[in-house]
């Protein structure tokens, strides 16, 4: 064991060993994925098949990446979107964590997609330049829009 109590690394003297290992890597050693929740309109029954699915396909977790809806709400066709951090996201992403936890898997997420995002109360040019939280809110040291890397 490495210092800390740790595993040290693993060391093989033939090749057969290292292609047997690499054939079937640890889980913390497996790809992730990037799973894009569109809407969000995600189902806890529909979020666990996709979950396993990925897991059998040798994939060891997900990067949640929630994006814009592909349809507007539509109750006759089931379709509902998810407001982004509501309760009812909070808690899809949870049951994610707590099943991808019990299965071996890691999750990871991302805050946005890269595209301007903010809400439609946002004009366009202010959707980048500020992040705010219930208890405080950031702006850049300059306007986004006008910031031009050297």
């Known amino acids: 064991m490495a210092q800390g109590g740790a595993p040290g690394p693993v060391l093989f003297d033939r090749l057969a060993d290292v292609a047997a290992h690499l054939a079937i890597p ?3 050693a497996r790809p992730m994925v990037r799973w894009w929740w569109f809407g969000p309109a995600v189902v806890q029954s529909e979020l666990e098949r996709e979950l396993l699915a990925m897991k059998a396909g040798g994939f060891g977790g997900v ?5 814009y809806p592909m349809e ?6 089931g379709i509902r979107n998810v407001p982004y951090l509501s309760a009812d996201f ?6 994610v964590n ?3 936890r019990a299965e071996g898997m890691r999750v990871d997420m991302t805050l946005a997609s890269g ?3 903010g809400a439609p109360t946002f ?4 959707r980048r330049g ?3 939280s219930p208890s405080r809110k950031w702006r850049p040291a300059r306007p986004v829009s006008r910031y031009r890397p050297s």
């Open 72 to 77: 507007l709400d539509d109750p006759a066709r």
């Open 26 to 28: 640890p889980a913390d």
């Open 63 to 67: 990067e949640i990446q929630p994006v």
């Open 98 to 100: 707590r099943k991808a």
């Open 123 to 126: 004009p366009s040019r202010s």
């Open 115 to 117: 595209w301007p995002y």
């Open 90 to 95: 909070l808690e899809s992403v949870g049951f």
């Open 130 to 132: 500020a992040c705010a």
